[in-house]
């Protein structure tokens, strides 16, 4: 149990300390999704992003134009920009997106970081009132082993 609770531990400092590089990863991770949009499970992941945050882009939705997909695609967004997981809208069209999904992310990430941190609080101040329970009953069986020994 006590490797269990060093290992929370040092996840929970690992977490704290690398909160920032995380954050500051976050925005060109997003553009190299951009970039290989082309790829099945970067697009399929843009895609998720962008339909269920109802965003488009990074900072907007302009940020499609200077990407591969959009050079091939001129004017055009992808379906998930346009609340249709299927079909593309035209970038002249009020139908899409206005704004970019990199603040949902961003705040997405904060509050996966809050959870994460909290579950890892309350199982370790488990762990440790379950390690204490843990040797007061040894204890006390010990004590009656004893008491009993002595009749």
């Not at 990863?25 to 970039?35: I, Q």
Request: with cysteine; charged share 20%; hydrophobic share 40%.
């Amino acid at each position: 149990m006590w490797l269990i609770l060093i290992l929370e531990i040092a996840l929970s400092i690992w977490i704290f300390y690398n909160l920032e590089s995380i954050k500051r990863s976050v925005r060109p991770m997003m553009f190299d999704l951009l970039d290989t949009y082309e790829d099945t499970q970067g697009s399929m992941v843009i895609d998720k992003i962008q339909y269920n945050f109802e965003c488009c882009g990074v900072d907007s939705h302009l940020d499609w134009i200077h990407t591969h997909w959009g050079q091939e695609n001129l004017g055009l967004l992808p379906g998930s920009c346009c609340h249709n997981m299927f079909r593309t809208c035209n970038i002249s069209s009020s139908t899409f997106a206005q704004t970019g999904c990199y603040e949902y992310v961003r705040n997405y990430v904060d509050f996966t970081y809050s959870v994460d941190m909290t579950v890892l609080l309350f199982a370790g101040f488990a762990q440790i009132i379950g390690i204490s329970l843990s040797y007061t009953l040894t204890r006390l069986i010990r004590e009656y082993e004893v008491a009993a020994d002595e009749k």
